[in-house]
Each structure stands twice: as structure tokens, then as C-alpha cells.
């Protein structure tokens, strides 16, 4: 039997969250969506997920600092867990930043189709069993 990867969206905006939500519910992945980042780090106490796409202005905990905490925890069950940065802004550098910050990748809203599959994709390719079915088979 083949595993369902799990996969957790960290957005506060709620057109947002379904679009990212719909985009990925085309796969066979198990999606979660939470709405800020305090919650985030909350729902990795009783999930491991294998994919995150954090939003980096949230309320509570910004997405920054709930993806360090999140990248802590899996370090100590010696795990990793890639976490993309999602965000808006416009600001010159948001990308260096969010790298240099510890996200693993980055995409800009608005987001798309391609844009999150070839995300989701490269971060799961090794995970033969989370791909999901081609529509041909």
C-alpha cells in the first residue's frame, strides 16, 4: 500500500488557502491547512508532514520563526521536512531572505498550478511512493 504524502499549507488568508488547497487536491495528498503560525508549530506535535508551504506574514508566530521551531523538532526525531516559503511581497531580496531564514524554496503569489506542482514534485521525487498516479494508468 502506498503512502499518501502529508502536506501542510500555513495561510491566513482564506482565498489563498483554498486556492493553494484546490491546486493540491488534484494529487492523492493528504492536505492540511492551518491559519497561522503558532498553529503550524501546534499541528507538527501530532503530524509528521512531509511538505510545508508557509506563508511568511502570519499572525501570532510569523512564518520565519514557526518554520524554525517546526525544522527544531524534526531535527531532534532526525527528520527533515522542506518548508516553502509563500508570500506576496515585493520586497527586494524576500527570496535570499527566506533562504537565509531556513526555508528550503520560495514561491510568489499569486501562485499556480505548475508553480506548486513542480515544488511539491522536486521535494517528494525521492519519495517514489507519495508521487501520485499519472492520470494515464
Do not use: C
Not at 33 to 43: F, N
Not at 50 to 70: T, Y
Not at 97 to 110: A, C, E, H, T
Request: glycine fraction near 2%.
Amino acid at each position: 500500500m502506498l503512502k499518501k504524502a502529508s502536506i501542510l499549507i500555513v495561510e491566513d488568508d482564506p482565498v489563498s488557502q483554498e486556492l493553494l488547497k484546490m491546486l493540491l487536491d488534484k494529487t492523492e495528498w493528504m492536505v492540511f491547512i492551518v491559519s497561522d503560525g503558532l498553529a503550524a508549530v501546534e499541528a507538527t506535535d501530532s503530524i509528521i508532514f512531509d511538505l510545508i508551504f508557509m506563508d511568511i506574514h502570519l499572525p501570532k508566530m510569523d512564518g520565519f520563526q514557526a518554520a524554525r521551531i517546526i525544522k527544531e523538532k524534526y531535527n531532534l526525531i532526525n527528520r527533515n521536512v522542506p518548508i516553502i516559503a509563500v508570500t506576496a511581497s515585493t520586497i527586494e531580496g524576500i527570496k535570499e531572505n527566506s533562504l537565509r531564514q531556513g526555508m528550503d524554496d520560495y514561491i510568489s503569489k499569486p501562485v499556480n498550478s505548475a508553480a506548486i506542482q513542480s515544488v511539491a514534485l522536486k521535494y517528494l521525487k525521492n519519495k517514489q511512493s507519495y508521487l501520485p498516479k499519472s492520470k494515464s494508468s
